[in-house]
């Protein structure tokens, strides 16, 4: 038996903190929209080439697919990020990343049948963001803990 252990930490932000905690969220769900959106659109151009094969009798070229998956879309994104969305880089680089990689897990629990397609994220609702473990530390002020995220 596996068990899957994660932390969840109640903090006390700064106006400050508060605010930068808001954009990354703001980040990931437009991450996690914008890989949705477009591993639609992949997904559908796929399907459309192969049943174009299908009805012309032509060999599938493998080379030609387009099967979407969050490796890929995740590298997409970091493509256009600095020209599309440069607000994307005052939060951490964790924020869209762990979204798009949220999403192939949400796919992959949908194709095993264990759960609904994926939908789309709404602002205000259950508004969050992930990080790495090596994206924050773990300190100690007169005796109170502290997180730092860079």
């Known amino acids: 038996m596996t068990v899957i252990r994660g932390h969840i930490i109640r903090l006390d932000p ?32 796929d399907k459309n080439y192969r049943d174009e094969c299908q009805a012309n009798g032509i060999t599938i070229d493998e080379n030609r697919l387009n099967k979407p998956s969050q490796g890929k879309l995740r590298k997409q994104l970091n493509a256009i990020k600095r020209e599309k969305y440069p607000f994307m880089l005052e939060v951490t680089k964790c ?5 798009i990689m949220q999403l192939g897990d949400a796919f992959k629990r949908f194709f095993k049948g264990e759960s609904k397609y994926p939908q789309f994220r709404k602002k205000g609702v259950n508004d969050r963001f992930s990080l790495s473990n090596d994206q924050f530390k773990l300190k100690s002020k007169n005796n109170k803990p502290h997180i730092q995220i860079p």
């Not at 924020?95 to 979204?99: C, G, H, M, Y």
């Open 14 to 45: 700064t106006n400050k903190q508060a605010t930068h905690f808001s954009k990354a969220c703001g980040v990931a769900r437009l991450a996690y929209n914008w890989a949705l959106a477009e591993w639609k659109k992949q997904y559908e151009q």
């Open 95 to 99: 924020s869209p990343q762990l979204a």
